[in-house]
C-alpha cells in the first residue's frame, strides 16, 4: 500500500493521498461508457484495494485449510491467521476477541440475534437464557430510518413470540424524534435496534441517548453500524451498545464476510441460530452440547480467506486512520450536500439536519424519475445507486418511493463529487427542467 507515511497524522486527507489511495485500487482507474469511473455507490459495496486481494490470494496459495479441525500443518497455521483476523476485528471495534462472531454479512448477523432471541423464547437455552425470552407484552422498538435487514428479522421475531413492534419516527428533518423516546422505550421494551448511520440519510445518529434510555428501563441494544464501521472510529465498548453488525464488502473487504460483536455475558446466555458442525461438544443421536461462544454461532465450513482478507482491509483503514478518514468524508459529504441543495429542484433527504455527516447523500429531483437519473449520470461513467435502498418506510415518510444515492468513500475526490453536481444538473436540462 502506497500510504505508509502519511503527510499528516490529523485532519481530512490530502489531494496527495487520495490520489495514492485511489492507485491501490485497481478498478478506479476503469473507464465506464468511454468515461473514467466516478464511483459513487460505495455505500452499497466498497471497491477493494491491492492489500486486500493480495490477502485473500496469498492466503489461498500459501495456507488454505478448514480451520479448528485438521491435524495438519496447514490446518493450524490457517487457524491461526483466521483467529488472528478475529483479534483485528475486535480490537478495530474495542471488542474483546470472542465478543466477535462471523457472520456472512450484517443481515446475517441481526438474523443470527432475531433466532437466538427466538429459540430462547422457545425455551432453548435453558435457564441461562431466560432473561433473553421474550413474549407477549414485551415491546421491540427500532426507528424509522432502518435498512429493511434490520427492520425484518425484528418483525418476523415480534410474530413468532407475539411481541409488539415499536417504532422511533423521523423528524422532517431526517433526525430521530427524540422527544418522545421516554414514551416510545418503556419498560415493556426487550430490545433496541437502531442504526448508527442511515443509508439513506447519511447522518450519524447521536445514539448515545437511544443506548442510555434503553439501558434505564432494562432494554438490549442491538447498533447497525453498516455505514458507520467503515467510515468513522467506532467503539462498542465506549458506545455501551450490546450487539452491533458490520459487512466486509462495505469497507473493503470482499462480499462473504460481517461480523456480530455480542457483549460476552449476552453471548454465553444465547442459544444458537445455525447448528451443524464445528460448534458441538459432544453429540449423542438425541442430543447435542454446544461450544461456548464465538464458535457456538459459526455452525459449518467458515468463510476463512474472506475473514483474512477482512483483516487486511482494517489494516489498510487503520493505517491511514479511521478519524482522517471520517474528516476526508465529512469534507466530501458536505461538499455533495450543499451542491446539490442549490440545484432548482433537488430535494436532499436529511440535507437541513443538524448532524455530523458521512459521504452519502439522497436526493430526488422533482418530475424526473430516479432511474432516469441514474440512468443519465451512468451514461457518464458515474455509478450511483438508485430506488428505495431497502428503506421504504423512511421513503415513504418523505413522501417519495424512490431516490437517487450518491455515497463516497476515502478514495472519492472533491473533482468527483462536482462531475455528479455536473451531471445532475445536466440531467434536469435535459429533460426540460424540474417539474
Ligand atoms: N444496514 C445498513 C444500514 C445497510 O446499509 C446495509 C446494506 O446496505 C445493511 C444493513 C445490510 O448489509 P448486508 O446486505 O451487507 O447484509
Known amino acids: 500500500m502506497t500510504i505508509s507515511a502519511p503527510a499528516t497524522t490529523s485532519g481530512p486527507l490530502t489531494d496527495a493521498e487520495v490520489r495514492g489511495i485511489r492507485a491501490d485500487f485497481p478498478l478506479l482507474s476503469t473507464k465506464v461508457n468511454g468515461h473514467p469511473l466516478v464511483y459513487l455507490d460505495s455505500g452499497a459495496t466498497s471497491q477493494k484495494p491491492l492489500a486486500v486481494l493480495d490477502a485473500e490470494r496469498s492466503y489461498y496459495e500459501a495456507h488454505n485449510a478448514a480451520v479448528h479441525r485438521g491435524a495438519h500443518a496447514l490446518a493450524a497455521e490457517a487457524t491461526e491467521l483466521f483467529e488472528d483476523a478475529r483479534a483485528t476485528v475486535a480490537r478495530f471495534v474495542g471488542a474483546h476477541d470472542d465478543e466477535i462472531v462471523w457472520t456472512s454479512n450484517a443481515t446475517e448477523a441481526i438474523n443470527l440475534v432475531a433466532y437466538a432471541l427466538s429459540n430462547a423464547s422457545l425455551g432453548r437455552g435453558g435457564e441461562a437464557a431466560s432473561a433473553l425470552r421474550l413474549g407477549p407484552g414485551d415491546e421491540i422498538v427500532v426507528t424509522e430510518a432502518e435498512h429493511h435487514a434490520n427492520l425484518i428479522p425484528w418483525q418476523e421475531l415480534a410474530a413468532r413470540t407475539g411481541a409488539a413492534l415499536r417504532f422511533i419516527p423521523l423528524e422532517d428533518d431526517g433526525t430521530l424524534r427524540l422527544a418522545e423516546l421516554d414514551e416510545i422505550v418503556t419498560d415493556r421494551a426487550k430490545l433496541v435496534a437502531v442504526t448508527h448511520v442511515s443509508n439513506v440519510l ?30 468513522l472510529p467506532l467503539d462498542v465498548t465506549a458506545l455501551d451498545v450490546d450487539f452491533a453488525v458490520f459487512s466486509g464488502h462495505k469497507m473493503l473487504a470482499p462480499t462473504g464476510i460481517g461480523a456480530l460483536y455480542g457483549r460476552r455475558e449476552l453471548l454465553a446466555a444465547m442459544p444458537p441460530f445455525l447448528t451443524g458442525g464445528s460448534m458441538i461438544t459432544t453429540v449423542s443421536m438425541e442430543t447435542a452440547a454446544y461450544m461456548p461462544p464465538p464458535q457456538r454461532f459459526e455452525a459449518g465450513t467458515q468463510r476463512v480467506s474472506q475473514a483474512i482478507a477482512l483483516a487486511a482491509a482494517i489494516d489498510y483503514l487503520t493505517a491511514i486512520g479511521m478519524p482522517r478518514i471520517a474528516a476526508h468524508e465529512h469534507e466530501v459529504g458536505r461538499r455533495l450536500v450543499d451542491g446539490l441543495a442549490v440545484i432548482p429542484g433537488v430535494r436532499v433527504l436529511g440535507g437541513d439536519a443538524p448532524l455530523p455527516r458521512v459521504g452519502l447523500a439522497s436526493f430526488d429531483v422533482a418530475g424526473i424519475h430516479s432511474h432516469d437519473v441514474g440512468q443519465f449520470l451512468d451514461d457518464r461513467g458515474i455509478a450511483v445507486r438508485v430506488g428505495h435502498h431497502c428503506a421504504q418506510p423512511l421513503h415513504r415518510r418523505f413522501g417519495v418511493t424512490s431516490t437517487t444515492r450518491a455515497s463516497a468513500y476515502l478514495y472519492t475526490t472533491a473533482d468527483e463529487v462536482d462531475q455528479l453536481l455536473a451531471g445532475v444538473a445536466d440531467t434536469i436540462d435535459f429533460f426540460g427542467g424540474a417539474r
Request: aromatic share 0%.
Open 202 to 231: 447519511g447522518l450519524i445518529n447521536p445514539v448515545e441517548d437511544v443506548i442510555a434510555r434503553a439501558h434505564a428501563v432494562g432494554a438490549l441494544v442491538l447498533l447497525d453500524a453498516c455505514q458507520s464501521a467503515p467510515h
